[in-house]
């Protein structure tokens, strides 16, 4: 019996035969005016094809190269007989290898090593089967030999996975990072921060490197519950990792310390060994959270900027930013509903609230789609079909006064899909400022298809955040 991997040669023959077919296949699929036909009948034989090229594979029948693959750091080596032609088809750097040799050592990692025959086999057929844990190692060889296809295919393949909760996040990003694929590594950073709370709850989180940490640090769009959970996780984080003080300082720097309440900034500056062992690193940011919270946001904006990011919310999760709202049979009828959120983050507005209306509709038909219901004639106009519309999301306060004076509001509304157990951020639209609706609202969404990536057992998930953007209003001259 053959070692595994390995192919015993065979007979030029069907070496031939195949190529034979091939021919044969590719006449018939082309059209051609027969008997007068205006069109020619196609003759699709390409699965046999695939068949043939799979068996050529496996059999290794007129093979004329034989690849060994040797795993680094081991004695195994796995033996494949393969075909110059189909090999040079698909990589140059095959093609010049084998161009004066018919034997060739591969030295490739144990990952890759072990998922050599799936790339042989994508060669040959053009298909394979991936798992989450294959997808670095096909990458890798796909990248090595110049297979810009399977490179392609297996980057789609994991921020598909990324959007589904399943892959890696913090393992594929710094992959990302080290190939330049900024494709995937956006797709990844994107994925972190908009699922923040459950990464840090999670192993990978002292996986992430420091250059990983402070670009999700910077970024306004984290989803998480508050600011107090992202400053425990850097310090749990700080606690693993072990940084040099200067980059620990720095990701402390980062923290929105405005963001937190009085009570819990005296909780941490007591009981916390990051800032018992960094404390005068941040301790003008905490001189300046303590005098945000004592004074008004109109009277403190007099003296100091709030355009800084240190007085710009994040897309938190707690009661005083937002609400869940779940939606059941989205595409039957319109839904309103109302929630309160603080007016701003400031101690000195701990106690004021505004209130939000929300309105919901699965097929709301823009004035340009709105029939006219009879023309000049008095002849009925056809109404427009429910699919011309798309769902459409409103947020408006329930009333307007003086206590939003200085302040504007950004409304952000995540869309959550189920993964493992888990419910993810899978979506976020976020509205201008001056805007009570995202133009994009579920643009591409069908709320009809029961198994939509944005529905949950049928129901919409949703989470409502309001997020107070101050203004400097008046600077008073030194």
């Not at 989470?463 to 107070?468: E, R, T």
Request: glycine letters at 8%.
């Amino acid at each position: 019996m053959p070692r595994r991997g390995y192919s015993k040669p065979g007979s030029w023959g069907s070496f031939w035969a195949m190529l034979t077919l091939v021919g044969l296949v590719t006449r018939a699929a082309q059209r051609a005016d027969v008997g007068g036909e205006a069109a020619g009948t196609s003759i699709n034989h390409s699965q046999a094809v695939l068949q043939r090229l799979q068996e050529l594979l496996r059999q290794g029948n007129a093979s004329d190269v034989v690849l060994r693959v040797q795993a680094a750091g081991t004695d195994e080596v796995r033996v494949f007989h393969a075909h110059r032609l189909l090999l040079g088809l698909h990589s140059e750097l095959f093609r010049e290898l084998l161009s004066n040799q018919s034997e060739a050592v591969l030295q490739e990692p144990r990952d890759c090593a072990a998922v050599f025959d799936k790339f042989i086999r994508y060669l040959y057929c053009g298909e394979l089967t991936v798992l989450l844990t294959q997808a670095i190692p096909l990458h890798r060889l796909a990248t090595k030999y110049g297979v810009a296809s399977l490179q392609r295919g297996v980057a789609d393949y994991m921020r598909a996975h990324l959007a589904g909760g399943a892959g890696p996040a913090v393992g594929w990003y710094h992959y990302a990072v080290g190939t330049g694929d900024e494709a995937l590594r956006e797709s990844c950073l994107q994925f972190l921060a908009w699922n923040l709370s459950a990464v840090v709850a999670s192993a990978e989180w002292g996986a992430v490197s420091p250059e990983l940490l402070w670009q999700l640090l910077q970024r306004s769009d984290l989803v998480l519950q508050d600011e107090l959970e992202l400053f425990q996780a850097l310090e749990a984080w700080l606690g693993r990792a072990r940084p040099p003080p200067a980059v620990a300082e720095r990701a402390l720097r980062a923290i929105r310390y405005p963001m937190i309440p009085p009570a819990q900034l005296f909780q941490l500056q007591a009981r916390s060994a990051a800032l018992a062992r960094h404390g005068p690193a941040v301790a003008d940011l905490l001189l300046q959270a303590y005098q945000f919270h004592a004074a008004s946001p109109l009277h403190y904006a007099k003296f100091f900027d709030v355009n800084g990011s240190s007085f710009l919310p994040r897309n938190y999760l707690a009661p005083a930013w937002g609400a869940p709202w779940v939606i059941n049979n989205p595409a039957r009828d319109d839904r309103s509903t109302s929630f309160q959120t603080q007016l701003g983050p400031s101690g000195h507005d701990a106690g004021r609230r505004v209130t939000w209306n929300v309105l919901f509709s699965p097929r709301w038909l823009p004035v340009s789609l709105r029939p006219v219901y009879a023309d000049a004639a008095g002849t009925a106009l056809p109404a427009a079909r429910p699919e011309d519309g798309r769902p459409r999301l409103v947020v408006t306060p329930a009333s307007s006064g003086g206590d939003a004076a200085g302040v504007s509001f950004q409304k952000t509304v995540l869309v959550g899909a189920r993964q493992q157990g888990r419910l993810l951020v899978r979506h976020a639209y976020s509205f201008h400022q001056s805007s009570e609706e995202a133009g994009d609202f579920l643009a591409h969404a069908d709320l009809q298809r029961r198994n939509s990536e944005y529905l949950v057992e049928n129901a919409l998930h949703l989470h409502l955040i309001v997020k107070p953007v101050y203004h400097t209003l008046i600077r008073t001259p030194k």
